[in-house]
């Protein structure tokens, strides 16, 4: 039985053998570069050998070039390799879209005035104030006043609120429906 093992084996072997007689230089190369990085490997002291940074970088970039690199992978499964791999694309596509500045930063001075001309003129808004601050000699863009304004609780004008409304337009309301009673006729 385990001669019969070895010889099926061996058979094997011969068959992988003459295989690389048929392919191309450049598959023969990197399938023996892909073998002697696995031996590099396996040749560290531990019981399960540690794969560092260069050895991931090595198997994705091997991936990238030669497909055949699922059938001679030993240590690593090919599904760990495409994480790699795609774990890199995430890192560089992370760094590409990394902030790089944008717009200046307000100054505390500038949010104050923003602030306090805001709690002193109820009725203004950010066109107003961006042109007051304008002529105050500070550079900034009304769309960053506006910003600023709807983080800032206004209790507004008693004299625009709603109750305010019905009180000074009872009279004219009285004579409009508030609701609809639709009838056989429409």
């Known amino acids: 039985m385990l001669h019969e093992e070895f010889v099926f084996e061996f058979a094997l ?23 002697r990085q696995q031996v ?34 030993v240590i690593v499964k090919p599904e760990t390799v495409v994480g790699w791999h795609r774990a890199g694309f995430r890192l560089y596509w992370r760094w590409r879209s990394r902030p790089r500045g944008g717009r200046p930063k307000i100054t505390d001075e ?4 923003i602030r306090r001309m805001a709690e002193e003129n109820a009725s203004w808004g950010a066109p107003r104030i961006h042109g007051e601050i304008l002529k105050l000699g500070f550079e900034i863009s009304e769309r960053t006043v506006a910003r600023y304004l709807r983080r800032i609780r206004r ?24 609701f609809a009673v639709p009838t056989i006729t429409f």
Do not use: M, Y
Request: charged share 30%; glycine share 4%; net charge positive.
């Open 13 to 35: 072997a011969i068959l992988a053998a003459i295989r690389i007689f048929f392919r191309s230089r450049r598959d023969t190369a990197l399938e023996v570069l892909a073998l």
């Open 40 to 73: 590099t490997v396996l040749k560290r002291k531990r019981p399960r050998p540690p794969l560092n940074s260069l050895d991931r970088l090595f198997w994705s970039t091997l991936r990238r070039f030669w497909p055949g690199l699922r059938d001679v992978l």
């Open 110 to 113: 500038i949010r104050r005035l």
């Open 155 to 178: 209790p507004g004008d008693p004299g625009k609120r709603w109750r305010a409304f019905l009180q000074n337009h009872c009279e004219v309301i009285v004579a409009l429906d508030f």
